[in-house]
């Protein structure tokens, strides 16, 4: 896997956004998926968000479609998740892979520091 560095996290209220950020190291950055996954207190980490190699291509699990958007920009090795609309449940720690093959948390054997995302007010 390739080594990633999660940021943008923070303590926001009900409703709010933000943008959290996945810098990627390595030449091959624009080869491959890159995917969002996140893990609230007592529970499992759970997929969140994936997009392909090109950013033409993406994914999203039910709970987030319409609020969250995964986006990339290859000439800065750094893939963004736009987090709209934020609802306590949304509270977790936030996490990239890279790169994405599938939606099982099981599949990677590595994960970065991660961003943690609290919603509360």
């Known amino acids: 896997q390739v080594r990633v560095v999660e940021s943008g996290g923070g303590l926001v209220q009900p409703g709010a956004s933000l943008r959290l950020s996945c810098a990627a190291s390595?030449?091959?950055?624009?080869?491959?998926?890159v995917g969002w996954f996140r893990q609230a207190p007592g529970k499992e980490r759970e997929f969140v968000a994936a997009?392909?190699?090109?950013?033409?291509?993406?994914s999203y699990t039910d709970s987030v479609k319409g609020r969250f958007t995964i986006s990339r920009d290859n000439t800065k090795n750094t893939v963004y998740l736009q987090v709209n609309s934020l609802k306590p449940e949304d509270t977790a720690v936030y996490y990239c892979?890279?790169?994405?093959?599938?939606?099982?948390?099981?599949?990677?054997?590595?994960w970065g520091q991660g961003t943690q995302v609290t919603v509360s007010s």
């Open positions: 997009i392909n190699w090109s950013g033409a291509g993406t």
């Open positions: 892979v890279a790169p994405y093959v599938g939606n099982n948390s099981r599949s990677y054997e590595s």
């Open positions: 390595g030449r091959t950055f624009g080869t491959y998926a």
